[in-house]
Nanobody, 130 residues
Framework: QVQVVESGGGLVQAGGSLTLSCTPSGLTFDDYIMGWFRQAPGKEREGVSC????????YYTVSVRGRFTASRDNAKNTLYLQMNSLKPEDTAMYYCAIHNMARAYYSGRYCPAPKDFRYWGQGTQVTVSS
């Protein structure tokens, strides 16, 4: 049974930093493209960052480029999202997700759509105060 557990969210002032972690279990972690998504109240779920199986290819949505960094430690079965220079508009529930195809190639040119991710965590809330 696949489980996805996220942690690291919280309340931070604008300009601050947070690091989110995601630890899936029940599958071979390095077989899968991973993604970070977020959803604010009243808005659609947005792909924040996606990362290839080995971590060499990453994609970031325009609004977070230069501020967020995704990485993965396959030896620890853990995905990270380092978030710096946080802004109030980054406030959202953040989700970790596992792509639906094992051993897929990922170029990093864009994040696959949410429908292409099979397993999701419960989400971790990030709130940035102004």
């Amino acid at each position: 049974q696949v489980q996805v557990v996220e942690s690291g969210g919280g309340l931070v002032q604008a300009g601050g930093s947070l690091t989110l972690s995601c630890t899936p279990s029940g599958l071979t972690f390095d077989d899968y493209i991973m993604g970070w998504f977020r959803q604010a109240p009243g808005k659609e779920r947005e792909g924040v960052s996606c990362i290839s199986r080995g971590g060499e290819s990453t994609y970031y949505t325009v609004s977070v480029r230069g501020r967020f960094t995704a990485s993965r430690d396959n030896a620890k079965n853990t995905l990270y999202l380092q978030m710096n220079s946080l802004k109030p508009e980054d406030t959202a529930m953040y989700y970790c997700a596992i792509h639906n195809m094992a051993r897929a190639y990922y170029s990093g040119r864009y994040c696959p759509a949410p429908k292409d991710f099979r397993y999701w965590g419960q989400g971790t809330q990030v709130t940035v105060s102004s």
